[in-house]
């Protein structure tokens, strides 16, 4: 069995590019929108404010966004987050 030179891993290391971790800029979400009964509301658009919190009840929102005029069909939408 031949074994792999050590100095063509170091090169393999050395010329490899860096790999830099980044949190993405936008995020796209869909969900179904439901009236207090749990029926599907009308077509149309609505406006939305999502907002991140860092507990589950009360507190200050980390993160908030408005973005109005979503359309939304037969209950459904679809938005990207961090686009406003």
Do not use: N
Not at 5 to 20: G, I
Not at 23 to 37: E, F, I, K, N, R
Request: aromatic share 12%; charged share 10%.
């Amino acid at each position: 069995m031949r074994r792999f030179p050590w100095f063509v891993c170091l090169l393999c290391l050395a010329v490899a590019p860096p790999a830099f971790a980044a949190a993405p800029a936008t995020m796209s979400y869909q969900g179904v929108l439901t009236d207090g009964a749990g029926a599907l509301v009308p077509d149309g658009t609505h406006d939305f404010t999502f907002r991140i919190y860092d507990v589950a009840v009360g507190g200050a929102p980390l993160w908030s966004e408005t973005q109005a005029g979503v359309a939304v069909s037969k209950g459904g939408f679809a938005v990207t987050l961090g686009a406003v």
